[in-house]
C-alpha cells in the first residue's frame, strides 16, 4: 500500500510499499541474510546493470532494509532513502558525497557534537574548510560564503539549545547560489517538520532516536527527492564506507515507526508541561523550548513545524554546581546521553554530548557549563513534574 493521501499515523504503519510476506504473515519477516541466491547469470546481469531491484548482497541492499528506507522516504516527502549504521555514518557520508578537497561548509553554530567533531576536525584533513555562523540571523548569509562553498548544514531545532533556522529562507538563499542544503531532522521528527517540502536537497537522521523511539537501536537514515543522488549516496557512499544498518535494526525501527506520530504527540504534551513548569520555578534562569512565546525562534517555529518537539534545556540559577545537583538528584529521568526514549533523560550537554566543543566555543556558540537538556519521555506528566520539583529543591 502506497498512497501520498494517507495521514501520518496510517504512512508509518502502511508505507513502503506491497511486500509478499511467508505465510501471510502481517509483520514483515527480518531477512537475516548476508547474501542472495541468483537462479541464473542473466538475473545476475539483470541486477547488476541496474535493471531489475532484486538484492545481491546486505551491504548493498536487503528486504527489510529497503521497506525501512521506503517507509522513510514517504513520511519524509522524498522519492528515496538510505539507511545507515548510525546517524552519524549517515551525515558523514553525506557531507562527504557532497564535499570536494578545496570547498568549503557553511555550519550552524550550534550542532550536535560529533557533527561538529567532523565539520571542525575530520574534513579539514581533506582540506574542506568550515564556516561557523549564526544561521538564524538568514539576513547575512550571504556574509559566510564565497565560491567555495558547498554546502550549508544544519539542526533546527538545534542540539541542545532548541535555536530555530528559518529553512525557506535559506533554502531560497541557498539555491540562488547553487549551494545544497542538508539538515538534521533529529528533534522534530517528520511529524513535526518535512524539510524537504520547504527545498532542503537532503533530510538527515539519527534513527536511534524518535525514529526508533525505544531506546534499543543505533541507526540513521539519509532522505532526498533526487532519485539519482540516492543512488549515488548508497553505492557510492554507503557501500563502500560501509556503514551498513543490520536488517535486525531496521527492523526495530518499523516496529517503532508504527507509532511514531502517537508517541510524538504525546512525548511534546510531556514537553510543553515541562517547558511552562520549569519557566515559572523560581530556580531557574532561562529556559529554551520553541514552543514557549517569548523563545526568540518561536514565530518561525510555528510557521515551518506542526509542533515543538520534545526537548526542553534549561539553567539554573547557581551555574554548574547547582545544576549538577540537579541531574545528579533526578530519580525519574536518568542521566544519560540520547534521547527520544520513552524514558525520561537528563544530561549535561557540555561535560557530556557537547564534550568535543572547547571551552572558548561553548562560550561563543551560546552554551553554558551549566545548561541542562531534557528529553521527555512517555510517562506521567504529574510523575514528571514532580521529579524535576524534587531535583530542582535540590540546587
Ligand atoms: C541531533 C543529532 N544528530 C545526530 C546524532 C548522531 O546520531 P547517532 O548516535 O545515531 O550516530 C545525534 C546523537 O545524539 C543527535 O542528537
Redesign the pocket.
Known amino acids: 500500500m502506497s498512497n501520498n493521501k494517507m495521514k501520518f499515523d496510517t504512512q508509518s504503519i502502511h508505507a513502503g510499499g506491497e511486500h509478499k510476506n511467508p505465510e501471510n504473515a502481517l509483520n514483515p519477516p527480518i531477512f537475516l541474510t548476508s547474501t542472495f541466491a541468483f537462479e541464473n547469470t542473466d538475473k545476475v546481469d539483470a541486477v547488476m546493470n541496474f535493471e531489475s531491484d532484486d538484492y545481491v548482497y546486505t551491504r548493498g541492499n536487503n528486504p527489510t532494509l529497503r521497506l525501512f528506507e521506503n517507509r522513510m522516504a514517504e513520511l519524509e516527502s522524498g522519492s528515496g532513502a538510505v539507511a545507515f549504521a548510525?546517524?552519524?555514518?549517515a551525515?558523514s557520508s553525506v557531507l562527504f558525497s557532497y564535499l570536494r578537497p578545496g570547498n568549503k561548509v557553511l555550519v550552524h553554530k550550534t550542532l550536535?557534537g560529533?557533527?561538529y567533531n567532523v565539520v571542525t576536525k575530520v574534513l579539514p584533513k581533506y582540506n574542506i574548510g568550515h564556516t561557523i555562523a549564526d544561521l538564524a540571523d538568514t539576513e547575512r548569509l550571504s556574509e559566510w560564503v564565497d565560491e567555495q562553498t558547498r554546502v550549508i548544514y544544519f539542526?533546527t531545532p538545534s542540539?541542545p539549545n532548541l535555536s530555530i533556522v528559518d529553512i525557506k529562507k535559506v533554502c531560497e538563499f541557498a539555491r540562488s547560489r547553487g549551494i545544497k542544503v542538508v539538515i538534521?531532522n533529529?528533534?522534530a521528527t517528520p511529524y513535526f517538520q518535512r524539510p524537504l517540502e520547504l527545498g532542503v536537497d537532503v533530510v538527515v537522521h539519527?534513527?536511534?532516536?524518535y525514529i526508533g523511539g525505544h531506546g534499543d537501536v543505533?541507526?540513521?537514515v539519509a532522505v532526498s527527492k533526487d532519485s539519482d543522488y540516492i543512488t549515488s549516496l548508497k553505492f557510492d557512499y554507503m557501500c563502500e564506507f560501509g556503514g551498513v544498518r543490520s536488517p535486525f535494526n531496521a527492523w526495530l525501527l518499523l516496529r517503532g515507526m508504527k507509532t511514531l506520530g502517537l508517541r510524538m504527540r504525546q512525548h511534546e504534551s510531556n514537553a510543553i508541561a515541562a517547558a511552562q513548569f520549569l519557566q515559572g520555578h523560581a530556580k531557574v534562569a532561562e529556559v529554551f523550548y520553541p514552543g514557549l512565546k517569548d523563545f526568540p525562534g518561536h514565530e518561525v517555529a510555528r510557521a515551518q513545524m506542526d509542533g515543538f518537539g520534545a526537548i526542553v534545556s534549561f539553567e539554573v540559577k547557581g551555574g554548574l554546581e547547582a545544576a549538577k545537583r540537579v541531574v545528579n538528584n533526578t530519580r525519574l529521568f536518568k542521566l544519560a546521553?540520547?534521547?527520544g526514549d520513552c524514558e525520561s533523560l537528563v544530561q549535561l550537554p557540555a561535560a557530556m554530548?557537547h564534550r568535543g566543543y572547547d571551552q572558548e566555543s561553548l562560550k561563543q556558540f551560546g552554551l553554558s557549563a551549566g545548561m541542562i537538556r531534557l528529553s521527555l519521555g512517555l510517562e506521567h506528566i504529574d510523575d514528571i513534574l514532580a521529579d524535576l520539583d524534587q531535583a530542582l529543591a535540590q540546587a
Do not use: R
Open positions: 548510525s546517524g552519524m555514518a551525515i550536535y560529533s557533527s539542526e542540539n538534521d533529529t528533534f539519527s534513527a536511534t532516536k543505533v541507526a540513521g546521553v540520547s534521547l554530548t
